[in-house]
Nanobody
């Protein structure tokens, strides 16, 4: 059964770093667009980042650009989200997802399309 499995997350002080991992069983991540999203009770769900298949082009939303980096480890069938210079407003539950096409369709506000295949989510808390 195909599934996405996330790891990483936790609590960090402002200015700190965390790395999230998104792995897959039953299929190869490198063949798919993979998006990262986050959700908070107050703001709802928002796009964070996306990586394309083949060329591994990366896309970021304005709040995280310059601080977050998405990448692949094709040998391990993983996608990472490296988060640096974390801020309290980055506190959220983070999800990876398989997205079906252009990254901008999923990262725009409001999104043009919404993924339907998600990881289980992982909590990131940025607090002093």
């Amino acid at each position: 059964q195909a599934q996405l499995v996330q790891s990483g997350g936790g609590t960090v002080q402002p200015g700190g770093s965390l790395r999230l991992s998104c792995g897959a069983s039953g299929f190869t991540l490198a063949s798919h667009y993979i998006g990262w999203f986050r959700q908070t009770p107050g703001k709802g769900r928002e796009g964070v980042s996306c990586i394309t298949p083949n060329s591994d082009d990366t896309h970021y939303t304005v709040p995280v650009k310059g601080r977050f980096t998405v990448s692949r480890d094709k040998a391990k069938n993983l996608v990472y989200l490296q988060m640096n210079a974390l801020k309290p407003e980055d506190t959220a539950t983070y999800f990876c997802a398989v997205v079906g096409g252009p990254c901008d369709d999923y990262l725009s506000t409001p999104p043009v399309r919404v993924p339907n295949f998600w990881g289980q989510g992982t909590q990131v808390t940025v607090s002093s």
